[in-house]
């Protein structure tokens, strides 16, 4: 028989809903009242129907019920709030309140069963009023989620045909460029695939289920190349990410993606890419080709390391690394800020979370470049109009497993150390050496200092663009001011290896300092509007070459590239996978032909499977040929096929007469 559910330790049985305590204060999320609820339902004995009940109460009378407030129908964040300012709280809530509803309703009194449809129809009228952008991946997923199953919850067609078809607009406006906008984070991906999977086991709407499994199917190929074997870390760049995962606080999130094979979010052939491709390897995937917003990740088997092309926001890690530490209690991690005013972990109030231990937020711009474990990795300042101070930092978690820092050819024992223009610092820590070569900067003051310091248990490597006395730099507003030569800059060469390949890291520093560094600026001269000033930064050794151009004047990228010529900005470029849009996609011995929309195939042929999908919208013929074997399908609008030894299976939206398959067997859906 089942038992009562046990109810979580910050349960508030004052208020009927989950506490958390902060800095600030008390607080209860409206959202966890609702999570609660579903949950408390779904356990379903008598006991937690009543207690569900106050749960309900506790959590209805956080919706904005004024018909005049311009957000009528969302929910207030927190219980102890007075009004909206969250706009996603209308989100959170219902996609765990018409699931619910959906699945149970039939266990709760008919007044209750009214009124949580009530507050379900006027938070619908919000989400539709509100109309998110497509580019917040996660919350646009949420929108299609809650209008897809809320309108067929109501029977309101209008809205869950808007559900259905913003689940069309997103995908369209995703394939532009290969990834959510919102890329590779390691908090909101996981909304967007358990979006994705309540869609496809609760939506009546065959289409869009069929749509929703196509897009966690290449989900699964993108999470799956960067989760870290060595580390079972989410490895980087992250367009968002809290401060607890980036310094691997929270659990490993190899076990987030075990979890999601396990309960059927992910297709079973996607636990291949916890296997393949071998390490070393290499993924490039594009997040928003309008904007030049890619993302380069590396694994070698003790170490990941990747780079955005350019910065993303406040909770952005444009580039971060992980390493093995063996016998620490967490990996190693690299990653980096542009800070303001000497601000960090404590100084950034979280709005959402009522705290300032969430965060610690990118207040600089960024360029990047990598190739392998090489980066170019270019900062300056957001705003400069009036500072006490400005740098950039490169931060290494946990001093105390800091192994070896070399300076040129000197040892550094004690901290802190100011690094001599032109210096090379490798870092030893765990199982990986890092390498950081200093560019040239703008000092906008006096001697900006150029240190390694311990900060609150890390090593940091600062930076600076000033340090000194509070005051208003003119001549740092850009635009046509009359002062104005360019925006503050700084930057760095970095490179790592594993650290058995080297004595140790000075012999990796006389390695990385045998390659060719370029680091050419323009000359100054005073903003016309019209004219550019180029920083060009390149590094070449063994026969490899990475570069960046960026405009001064504008903080533009002019271009990236490698020995090979200009990096784009490919939909998916790793060994084993491949994502494009001309109706042909190879990897390796596999080839798919269909039409000419995003169309992708991984591959694992030491397993004998083969996995293509194609997201369409417009139906077109498709061919998959494999090894031993091949696939014709005379049309389909969207959908994925697998080849698994020999075995073909096809989840297809619109296919046009039964699958041809030569050298292997149909299995029936």
């Given at each position: 028989?089942t038992?009562?559910?046990?109810?979580?330790e910050?349960?508030?049985p004052?208020?009927?809903?989950?506490?958390?305590?902060?800095?600030?204060?008390?607080?209860?999320?409206?959202?966890?009242g609702?999570?609660?609820?579903?949950q408390?339902?779904?356990?379903g004995?008598?006991?937690?129907?009543?207690?569900?009940?106050?749960?309900?109460?506790?959590t209805?009378?956080?919706?904005?019920?004024?018909a005049?407030?311009?957000?009528?129908?969302?929910?207030?964040?927190?219980?102890?709030?007075?009004?909206?300012a969250?706009?996603?709280a209308?989100?959170?809530?219902?996609?765990?309140?018409i699931?619910?509803?959906?699945?149970?309703?039939?266990?709760?009194?008919?007044a209750?069963?009214?009124?949580?449809l009530?507050?379900?129809?006027?938070?619908?009228?919000?989400?539709?009023?509100?109309d998110?952008?497509?580019?917040?991946?996660?919350?646009?997923?949420l929108?299609?989620?809650?209008?897809c199953?809320?309108?067929?919850?109501?029977?309101?067609?209008?809205?869950?045909?808007?559900?259905?078809?913003?689940?069309?607009?997103?995908?369209?406006?995703?394939d532009?460029?290969?990834v959510?906008?919102e890329?590779?984070?390691?908090?909101?991906?996981?909304?967007v695939?358990?979006?994705?999977?309540?869609?496809?086991?609760?939506?009546?709407?065959?289409?869009?289920?069929i749509?929703?499994?196509?897009?966690?199917?290449?989900?699964?190929?993108?999470?799956?190349l960067?989760?870290?074997?060595?580390t079972?870390?989410?490895?980087?760049p992250?367009?968002?990410?809290?401060?607890?995962?980036?310094?691997?606080?929270?659990?490993?999130e190899?076990?987030?993606?075990?979890?999601?094979?396990a309960?059927?979010?992910?297709?079973?052939?996607?636990?291949?890419?916890?296997?393949?491709?071998p390490?070393?390897?290499?993924?490039?995937?594009?997040?928003?080709?309008?904007?030049?917003?890619?993302?380069?990740?590396?694994?070698?088997?003790?170490?990941?390391?990747?780079?955005?092309?350019?910065?993303?926001?406040?909770?952005?890690?444009?580039?971060?690394?992980?390493?093995?530490?063996?016998g620490?209690?967490?990996p190693?991690?690299?990653y980096?800020?542009?800070?303001?005013?000497?601000?960090?972990?404590?100084d950034?109030?979280?709005?959402?979370?009522r705290?300032?231990?969430?965060?610690?937020?990118?207040?600089?711009?960024?360029?990047g470049?990598q190739?392998?474990?090489?980066?170019?990795a270019?900062?300056?300042?957001?705003?400069?109009?009036?500072?006490?101070s400005?740098?950039?930092?490169?931060?290494?978690?946990?001093?105390?497993?800091?192994?070896?820092?070399?300076?040129?050819?000197?040892?550094?024992?004690?901290?802190?150390?100011?690094?001599p223009?032109?210096?090379?610092?490798?870092?030893g820590?765990?199982?990986?050496?890092?390498?950081?070569?200093p560019l040239?900067?703008?000092d906008?003051?006096?001697?900006?200092?150029?240190?390694?310091?311990?900060k609150?248990g890390?090593?940091?490597?600062?930076?600076?663009?000033?340090?000194g006395s509070?005051?208003?730099?003119?001549?740092?507003?850009?635009?046509?001011?009359?002062?104005?030569?360019g925006?503050?800059?700084?930057?760095?060469?970095?490179e790592?290896?594993?650290?058995?390949?080297y004595?140790?890291?000075?012999?990796?520093a006389?390695?990385?300092?045998?390659?060719?560094l370029?680091?050419?600026?323009?000359?100054?001269?005073?903003?016309?509007?019209?004219?550019e000033?180029?920083?060009?930064?390149?590094?070449?050794?063994?026969?490899?070459?990475?570069?960046?151009e960026?405009?001064?004047?504008?903080?533009?990228?002019?271009?990236?590239?490698?020995?090979?010529?200009e990096?784009?900005?490919?939909?998916?470029?790793?060994?084993?996978a491949?994502?494009?849009?001309?109706?042909?996609?190879?990897?390796?011995?596999?080839?798919?032909?269909?039409?000419?929309?995003?169309g992708?195939?991984?591959?694992?042929?030491?397993?004998?499977?083969?996995?293509?999908?194609?997201?369409?919208?417009?139906?077109?013929?498709?061919?998959?040929?494999?090894p031993?074997?091949?696939?014709?399908?005379?049309?389909?609008?969207?959908?994925?096929?697998?080849?698994?030894?020999?075995?073909?299976?096809?989840?297809?939206?619109?296919?046009?007469?039964?699958?041809q398959?030569?050298?292997?067997?149909?299995?029936?859906?």
């Amino acid at each position: 028989m089942t038992q009562p559910m046990t109810l979580p330790e910050t349960f508030n049985p004052e208020t009927f809903l989950v506490s958390k305590t902060t800095e600030n204060g008390l607080f209860h999320e409206s959202r966890a009242g609702a999570r609660l609820a579903e949950q408390l339902v779904a356990n379903g004995t008598a006991e937690d129907l009543a207690l569900a009940e106050n749960v309900l109460d506790a959590t209805l009378r956080c919706q904005e019920l004024n018909a005049d407030d311009p957000h009528y129908g969302n929910f207030y964040w927190m219980a102890e709030d007075d009004v909206v300012a969250d706009l996603n709280a209308v989100e959170f809530n219902l996609e765990r309140l018409i699931p619910m509803m959906l699945q149970h309703a039939d266990r709760l009194p008919a007044a209750t069963q009214t009124r949580v449809l009530e507050a379900i129809r006027l938070g619908l009228d919000e989400i539709r009023s509100l109309d998110v952008h497509v580019a917040y991946s996660n919350i646009a997923l949420l929108d299609i989620l809650n209008s897809c199953l809320g309108g067929e919850l109501l029977g309101d067609t209008d809205i869950a045909q808007r559900g259905y078809d913003k689940l069309v607009r997103w995908m369209a406006f995703t394939d532009q460029s290969g990834v959510p906008r919102e890329y590779n984070s390691p908090t909101y991906t996981k909304v967007v695939i358990r979006a994705l999977k309540v869609i496809t086991d609760l939506c009546q709407h065959e289409p869009t289920r069929i749509r929703a499994r196509t897009m966690i199917a290449r989900m699964a190929v993108s999470v799956g190349l960067h989760i870290h074997r060595g580390t079972g870390r989410w490895a980087g760049p992250h367009a968002r990410a809290y401060h607890p995962s980036v310094v691997c606080e929270t659990p490993p999130e190899v076990e987030i993606y075990q979890d999601w094979l396990a309960d059927g979010t992910l297709p079973a052939w996607a636990a291949d890419l916890l296997q393949a491709p071998p390490e070393p390897y290499e993924v490039i995937e594009t997040a928003s080709a309008q904007e030049g917003l890619g993302l380069t990740t590396y694994h070698s088997p003790s170490f990941s390391v990747g780079t955005a092309s350019e910065g993303y926001g406040g909770q952005a890690n444009v580039l971060m690394a992980h390493y093995v530490r063996e016998g620490a209690d967490r990996p190693g991690v690299l990653y980096t800020r542009y800070v303001m005013d000497e601000k960090w972990l404590g100084d950034f109030y979280h709005a959402t979370d009522r705290t300032k231990s969430r965060n610690l937020i990118e207040e600089g711009r960024f360029f990047g470049v990598q190739q392998g474990p090489r980066v170019i990795a270019l900062y300056a300042p957001q705003n400069m109009g009036q500072c006490h101070s400005a740098k950039a930092t490169f931060i290494f978690t946990q001093r105390q497993h800091v192994d070896e820092i070399w300076v040129g050819d000197q040892r550094v024992e004690s901290l802190p150390y100011d690094i001599p223009p032109g210096e090379l610092v490798v870092i030893g820590s765990g199982s990986a050496l890092i390498a950081v070569q200093p560019l040239s900067r703008t000092d906008a003051g006096r001697n900006a200092p150029l240190r390694l310091v311990e900060k609150e248990g890390d090593l940091v490597l600062e930076i600076y663009n000033y340090k000194g006395s509070e005051k208003a730099f003119w001549e740092m507003r850009p635009g046509l001011n009359p002062f104005f030569k360019g925006h503050p800059h700084c930057g760095v060469y970095l490179e790592l290896a594993e650290r058995n390949a080297y004595a140790d890291g000075r012999a990796f520093a006389q390695v990385v300092a045998g390659g060719i560094l370029q680091d050419d600026t323009d000359a100054p001269f005073v903003n016309d509007g019209i004219r550019e000033r180029r920083w060009t930064v390149s590094y070449s050794r063994d026969g490899q070459t990475l570069g960046i151009e960026i405009d001064l004047m504008t903080w533009r990228l002019k271009q990236r590239w490698t020995q090979a010529g200009e990096q784009g900005w490919p939909m998916l470029e790793a060994p084993t996978a491949r994502q494009n849009r001309t109706g042909i996609v190879s990897v390796d011995e596999a080839t798919l032909r269909c039409g000419e929309a995003a169309g992708w195939v991984y591959a694992n042929p030491d397993a004998g499977r083969w996995v293509a999908g194609y997201h369409g919208p417009n139906p077109a013929p498709l061919h998959l040929t494999v090894p031993g074997g091949s696939v014709q399908i005379e049309s389909l609008s969207t959908g994925t096929v697998v080849w698994d030894n020999g075995v073909v299976t096809v989840d297809a939206l619109d296919m046009a007469g039964t699958p041809q398959v030569n050298g292997g067997r149909l299995q029936a859906q």
